[in-house]
Structure formats: structure tokens, C-alpha cells
């Protein structure tokens, strides 16, 4: 009577499994499990086979490991994706800071309509903005040639995607242009948590707006910016979509990306099983600087 | 099952009730015309059908009261193949009631099975939607009972989903596959395309399809070699590389068509001089240089035997051969000279069309393929064809020809036979024939009063007549191996920025076409 042990023993004792939640979870995992683990397995192995997607594979051990060892393509292709994070993490985090430096410190008119005109561009189907800026790029055609010779600087006009020199940063700006908006617009929401009394008292403290950024602002953003590197960081190495649409890894193999050299190998020329290597080793990649970046946020946040 | 005995035992009667007893009206009605039509140059059944009757498949109709009136006055022609009609014959019009009759009779006798069969194109362009849509009606008509289930894809959609659908129980009984060692070698060597051989003797495809164009569709049953062994496809347009020219230009800056590869550049180096972009060139997509560079290798090395050694990876060859080098060569110092669209490496496909169509530039070199979409442009009645000329003057030298991709039949497709009909309809000289008016040219000969002269289409079935007439069918240089294409693309993209020396060039290639026979020796 002084106690409820009825409605206590309906409870779990610390250390309990309480099996029957995992009832409620069932469904979604099996979902998880055919759709995702279940590829992800399979992927892996056939990175063991040799396997034209036709016929029946042969298994080869690590046959494909070693060959992509000396694929000089997969290579460049890695390098290039290294490339890529500059362009889509670590310019749209500097821009988004800007920005949001720039648009919570002080109340300008239209701000709404800066902030949605600037996150358009991540809303919009990538083929959509590669095929837009394709044209862009024409050189023959496209406006930014055009405006160039128009104003006298017939020098800078160049063949954009077509210059080996220009290709990569050339499909790279995109990239920032469709990330920053992303980044800008996580920072905004997360200066709003930031208690106003810190900066009033910087203020007091005769804290210049550059001191205020640096020693409030940012120290207060470290959540966000993870968040923000850990994203733009995966959409930099499995970048595909852009570059597919844009230059198809051109001119030369300036281009080329890893997601694009899986896609040859798999489905222009029926190495499957390569194509699996190619992919398991990039997860790879990915997951290690997943994990680098989520263990820095770690120390970050402790600090 | 039951449903289907129900609706069997219902046609049966309707046969019996329709069927029977209009017959003998027929029989004295099947004589009596209600105009007598001659055949003109540009007719078909189906035309006349639409015209008289207003129906383009009530042709059968026709067919039938020309044959009856046939038996009892000569005047009228005989029809065996309703495909095939002669200019000055004279064709019975039954009475619309009448024909109305015939047809509902031949419907219901005919075995109603309701067959459907699927097929897989890629003809995604309108007109040549259009094109095989009146095809696939007129097949239809002609097999009653027959109903014909188009799917289009994509080329790229095809590749990548062709392989499923032919495994599949379901999959198309006739799909159009693209030849080659990643696409139909590979989809023989895993068991699901049905050999064609005996289909090919028994329609007398030979006629269609030229042997070396046969060639491109043949693979060794196990798929171990490729341009040899039993035919798996047939193609129904013909499609090669030449010189689109502005007519308007040539003949204000006095340059004729040249005749040899000398007079070709004079003619480039006359328009550079005059100001005129030579040749409208984009290559951002990489492919259209493998055009452009395996026309110059043509020239420097016109070697027609070598070239269907290296294609076929046979006799083991080498692409380093002085001619190759020298071809190189003569790309990079066209590019040097200024020949090509300024800024070409940054210029889609699609965005140097538009402009040649509309009137930049003096040439543009790719396939026939485009033929239908330059005469959209605003000097689309200015535009003219020539072949890449060879060294000395009417010498012999391979042109990059090819066909569409092929149609096949689906090995486990329970529908074999009504297949390869469909196969042989598209292969027709009515399919040639509206092929030749959508703006292709048809793989197969034909004797045209539609095909005006002095037009574009007039230029391109002439040098296809003397493609076909010499044998001098050459090859895209990206089917030598699986590889190739990713290779010869990079490395001519490096050729042309002028990155590579010519010589470093053919020496890549002959990396990648010598690891592929390493690999293939295993």
C-alpha cells in the first residue's frame, strides 16, 4: 500500500533490455535494413568479385583493392574531391558567417527577402543548376563571356568548363553558390540562441563589432558549423550530380570525381565489381572524416 | 482462366454470327469499286486508305476488292505484299460499307489471341516518334489481333536498364540495343539475346543490312569475338560522319566541294582568311572529337583492313601507326591555325548546332544524325553535304559510318516469330521510306522519286550510295575496347589544348588497346 509496486512492475529496473520496444522499432528497421544495410553489404561484397552485372561474378579476393591501388584516374579523382571541399565547405562557411555577421547585428530593410533569395539556390534540383550554368559558361553564348567583352575585358573571357586550368574552380564556384545559402542560413537561427546580455556586456567592455563576432559570435556558432562541415563535407566527396551534368569529368580527367568514376565503371562499362571497390573505399573516406570532424565538435564543445 | 474461356466462346459466336452470313454478300459486292485509283509516285496503301476512306487502316479493305476485281479484269493489279506498291497500278476502291465489312470479317477471322507485344526504342525525337508510331499502326493492322506496346527510353536509360529487362520473364519481346562489347556483346555472352541467323535467311535481310554493317551486329555465340559469328540485330538508319556546308558561303567566297583533302583545307584556310569561322566546332561532351579526329585518321591512314583488325581486336595491332601520329598532328595545327569555333573546348554539342543551323560558319563536321534538326535552323535550305575527302582524288578511304542502335529480340520472349516480323517491318522499304522523310537516311537503298535533288537529303543518300557502293564503311574509334571511350576522349581534349604531343597521344591509346588484348588473351 505505501508504495505501487503493481505500477512499478510495469517499469524496467536500471539495466533492463525493455524487449518490447523493439517491437515499435521493427518496422522501421526492416525498412533500414532492406533499403540500406542490406546494399551497403551486398556492395561490399562484390568489391570481392569480378562481376560484369551479366554474367555469374567470380570471386577475386582483393584483386580490385590492389588494382585501384595504381587506377591513376581513382587518384586524380580523389585529389579533385579534396579540391571540391574548398569549394563546398570551407567558402560557404566563411560566406555564411559573413553574411550572418552581416544580417543578425543590425536590422536592415528587405532582410527576409535577402535570406530566401540567397538559400534559393540549395533548394533547386542540382541538374537544374548545373544545366543553368553550363549555359552561364558558354563561352560563345553565355552571358558571362558577354558581359566580360562588354565591358573591354575581352582578356579574362575564357572556355571556362573547357580550360584545364579553370574547369575545377569553375564547376567548384557553383558548388559554393549552392552551399553558402544553406550554411547562412543554419548560422542565423543559431545567433538567435545566443543571449543578448553577452553581447551588451562586450559593448560595456568597449568590444569592437569584429571582437564581438570573434569572441561571442563564433565561439557561440560551434554546433552549427559542425553541423555545417559535416554536411557540405559529404556532399563534396560524393559530389556526382553537378559535375555529370556540367563537364563529365572534362576536359582531360580535370574533373573527375570518385562518384562519377563509380558511375563509369558500373554502368558505361560493366565492372561492377570494381565499382563496388571504388565505393566501399570512398564510405570509407567519408566516414573517417565524418567521424575526425564529430570528435573535434567533441573537444570543441568541452573546451 | 475462366474469364478468358467466357470471352473466347463469345467471339466464337460473334465469328459465326458476322462472320457467316455477310459472306455471301460479299462475294458478289467484293467486285464492285467505287473509284479506281492509279498509283502515284509518294503513295502508299495506307495513304490512299486515309484519303478514300478515311481511315489509314482500312487498307486491308483495298487489298482485298483490288484482288477480287484482279480476278475478273486484268487492268487491276495483284497485290501480294501489301508493303509494296508500284507507281501506274491500277487499285480497286471498295464502297465504304464495304469495306467496313471486310475489315470486320477479317478481324474476327483472324486468331484474336490479343498478343501483345512489347518493344524498347529509343527514337525519342518527335518526328521519329511519329515515324515508327505509323509503323507500329500499320504492323498492327496487318495482324489483327496483334497489339504493339512502345516503351521509349533514353539511350542512356536503355544501357542501363536493357540488361534487367531482358533477363526478365516480362521484358520486351523486341528492345534496341546499342552495338558494342559493353551493351550487345556483353548481353550475348550472358544468354539473352535470341540469334537472328535464321531470320536473316529466311526474310532475306542480306539486302537490307550491307555485310560489313551486318559485321557491327555479329558476335561468336559465347561472346569471345565481336564483328563476326551469328547476327543478333538489325538497324533501320544508316548514319555517318561528313561535312555539313553553308551553299550561300562556298559560292560567295568561289570555294566549290572539294575533292581531295588538299582542296578541303585551301577551303578552310580561305574562310580563316576571309574572316569566317572555318569549322563550327563544340567538344565540352568530349565525344564529337573522336568524330572529327577518326575522319583525319581516315585521311592519313586509310587502311580499311587495319582498321577492322584494331576495331575487332584481331591480329593483334597497334594503334601507333605513322598515320595515326600524322593525324594528330594535322588536329592540333588546325587548332593552332584557328579552324575551329573559338573557345570550342568550352562549347557544348547542343549549343553549336543551333548556330551552324542558323547560319554562323562555313562547315560543321559531324553525323548524319543531326541532318533533321539543321533543317529547322534558319538556313536550313542553305545547308549542304560533303564526304571528307581522301589525299589523291577519288582514292579509297573508309568513312566513320555506322547504323542506329539494333533491334533484338529477347531470348526467353515467348512471341519469336512475331518478333522478328516486327523486326523485318521496321526493315521494310515503307519503313525506308518514312525514315527517308523524317530526315534520316535508311540503311537500305532506296529508289526515291521523293528524295528532291540539290537538298540535303539529296547529299546524303548520295554518299551513302557511295559508302555502301564501296564498301568503305569505317568505325568509331571509342568501340575498340570498353575503355576506350573514357580514354580517347580525355586524351583528345588534352590533344586539342595542345598539352599532349601527337605522338604522346597515339601512345596512350595504345596503352589502353594493349592492356585490353593482355586482358582479353587470359
Known amino acids: 500500500m505505501l508504495n505501487t509496486p503493481k505500477a512499478r512492475s510495469r517499469g524496467y529496473k536500471p539495466g533492463e533490455r525493455p524487449w518490447t520496444a523493439c517491437l515499435y522499432i521493427l518496422p522501421g528497421f526492416i525498412i533500414y535494413a532492406v533499403f540500406v544495410l542490406w546494399p551497403i553489404l551486398d556492395t561490399l561484397r562484390y568489391s570481392f568479385y569480378e562481376w560484369s552485372g551479366f554474367s555469374s561474378p567470380s570471386f577475386i579476393g582483393l584483386d580490385n583493392y590492389i588494382k585501384l591501388y595504381s587506377d591513376e584516374i581513382f587518384r586524380k579523382a580523389l585529389v579533385n574531391n579534396l579540391w571540391f571541399i574548398v569549394f563546398y565547405t570551407v567558402f560557404p562557411i566563411v560566406i555564411g558567417l559573413f553574411l550572418t555577421a552581416l544580417m543578425t547585428r543590425r536590422r536592415l530593410p528587405g532582410m527576409t527577402l535577402f535570406r530566401t533569395g540567397l538559400f534559393m539556390p540549395y533548394v533547386m534540383a542540382m541538374v537544374v543548376v548545373g544545366v543553368v550554368w553550363r549555359w552561364i559558361y558558354n563561352p560563345a553564348t553565355g552571358p558571362l563571356n558577354q558581359a566580360l567583352r562588354a565591358v573591354g575585358l575581352d582578356a579574362l573571357a575564357r572556355p571556362w568548363l573547357g580550360d584545364f586550368d579553370l574547369a575545377l574552380p569553375a564547376v567548384g564556384v557553383v558548388g559554393t553558390w549552392v552551399q553558402f545559402g544553406f550554411c547562412m542560413v543554419l548560422f542565423i537561427a543559431g545567433v538567435q540562441r545566443i543571449d543578448e546580455m553577452l553581447y551588451d556586456a562586450a559593448k560595456l567592455d568597449g568590444a569592437n563589432e569584429w571582437r564581438q563576432f570573434w569572441h561571442i559570435t563564433l565561439p557561440g556558432l560551434r554546433n552549427e558549423i559542425s553541423v555545417a562541415m559535416v554536411t557540405t563535407l559529404i556532399a563534396a566527396l560524393r559530389i556526382f550530380d553537378l559535375v555529370f551534368v556540367t563537364t563529365r569529368g572534362g576536359p582531360g580527367n580535370e574533373t573527375m570525381v570518385v562518384a562519377l568514376h563509380i558511375y563509369r565503371n558500373a554502368f558505361a562499362i560493366n565492372r561492377v565489381g570494381y565499382a563496388a571497390a571504388i565505393a566501399v573505399v570512398l564510405t570509407i573516406v567519408i566516414v573517417i572524416i565524418s567521424v575526425g570532424v564529430l570528435a573535434l565538435r567533441q573537444k570543441w564543445v568541452e573546451d | ?522
Not at chain 2, 504493339?148 to 544501357?159: A, E, L, Q, T
Not at chain 2, 537490307?208 to 563476326?228: E, H, I, K, M
Not at chain 2, 555539313?244 to 580563316?272: D, M, Q, R, W
Not at chain 2, 519469336?416 to 537503298?445: K, N
Request: hydrophobic share 45%; with cysteine.
Open chain 2, 1 to 522: 482462366m475462366k474469364k478468358l474461356k467466357q470471352l473466347t466462346i463469345v467471339l466464337l459466336l460473334l465469328a459465326v454470327t458476322f462472320g457467316l452470313i455477310p459472306a455471301p454478300i460479299m462475294a458478289q459486292e467484293g467486285a464492285a469499286c467505287d473509284a479506281d485509283v492509279i498509283v502515284q509516285g509518294d503513295d502508299w496503301l495506307s495513304k490512299i486508305a486515309d484519303k478514300f476512306l478515311g481511315d489509314p487502316l482500312a487498307f486491308p479493305a483495298i487489298v482485298e476488292a483490288t484482288n477480287a476485281a484482279a480476278a475478273a479484269d486484268e487492268s487491276y493489279a495483284q497485290i501480294d505484299n501489301p508493303d509494296i506498291i508500284e507507281i501506274g497500278w491500277k487499285l480497286c476502291i471498295p464502297a465504304a460499307e464495304a469495306a467496313q465489312a471486310t475489315l470486320g470479317e477479317n478481324a474476327v477471322a483472324a486468331p484474336t489471341d490479343g498478343t501483345v507485344l512489347t518493344v524498347w526504342d529509343i527514337w525519342t525525337r518527335g518526328v521519329d516518334g511519329q515515324t515508327i508510331e505509323t509503323l507500329d499502326r500499320e504492323f498492327e493492322a496487318a495482324h489483327p489481333g496483334v497489339t504493339i506496346n512502345r516503351v521509349v527510353k533514353s539511350f542512356d536509360d536503355m544501357k542501363a536498364t536493357a540488361q534487367l529487362a531482358l533477363s526478365s520473364d516480362d521484358g520486351p519481346d523486341v528492345a534496341q540495343i546499342n552495338q558494342g562489347l559493353s551493351d550487345m556483346v556483353a548481353l550475348v555472352q550472358a544468354g539473352l539475346l535470341t540469334d537472328l541467323t535464321p531470320y536473316w535467311q529466311k526474310y532475306n535481310w542480306s539486302e537490307r543490312l550491307a555485310a560489313p554493317l551486318a559485321a557491327r551486329n555479329s558476335v561468336v555465340g559465347d561472346g569471345s569475338a565481336y564483328g563476326q559469328g551469328n547476327i543478333y540485330g538489325m538497324a533501320p538508319t544508316a548514319e555517318f560522319i561528313g561535312v555539313f556546308y553553308n551553299k550561300e558561303k562556298f559560292a560567295s567566297a568561289g570555294v566549290e566541294v572539294p575533292t581531295t583533302f588538299a582542296e578541303f583545307e585551301a577551303a578552310l584556310e580561305t574562310f580563316k582568311a576571309a574572316g569566317e569561322t572555318p569549322i563550327m566546332y563544340g567538344n565540352l561532351d568530349g565525344w564529337p572529337a573522336i568524330h572529327t579526329y577518326g575522319e583525319l585518321q581516315n585521311v592519313y591512314n586509310p587502311d580499311q583492313t587495319y582498321l577492322d583488325n584494331f576495331i575487332y581486336g584481331r591480329g593483334d595491332v597497334s594503334f601507333d601507326q605513322p598515320g595515326n601520329v600524322e593525324a594528330a598532328a594535322k588536329l592540333q595545327e588546325w587548332v593552332e591555325k584557328g579552324y575551329f569555333t573559338q573557345d570550342f573546348n568550352g562549347i557544348g554539342y547542343d549549343d553549336i548546332w543551333p548556330l551552324f543551323s542558323n547560319g554562323e560558319g562555313a562547315m560543321y563536321i559531324t553525323g548524319t544524325w543531326i541532318s533533321a534538326n539543321l533543317l529547322e535552323g534558319s538556313s536550313a535550305d542553305q545547308i549542304g553535304f560533303f564526304l571528307v575527302p581522301p589525299l589523291e582524288a577519288g582514292a579509297a578511304k573508309p568513312i566513320v559510318a555506322g547504323t542506329s542502335t539494333a533491334y533484338t529480340i529477347r531470348k526467353s520472349s515467348p512471341n519469336q516469330d512475331l518478333a522478328a516480323e516486327y523486326i523485318d517491318w521496321m526493315m521494310s522499304d515503307r519503313a525506308m521510306e518514312l525514315w527517308l522523310e523524317a530526315g534520316l537516311v535508311p540503311v537500305a537503298p532506296v529508289e526515291s522519286a521523293s528524295i528532291e535533288p540539290d537538298t540535303l537529303m539529296a547529299d546524303m543518300t548520295q554518299a551513302w550510295d557511295q559508302i555502301l557502293a564501296t564498301n568503305s564503311m569505317g568505325h568509331y574509334l571509342d568501340w575498340a575496347t570498353p575503355t576506350f571511350y573514357d580514354t580517347i576522349t580525355a586524351s583528345l581534349q588534352e590533344l586539342q589544348a595542345l598539352r599532349i604531343t601527337p605522338e604522346e597521344f597515339v601512345q596512350q591509346l595504345q596503352q589502353d588497346y594493349a592492356a585490353y588484348l593482355a586482358e582479353k588473351q587470359q
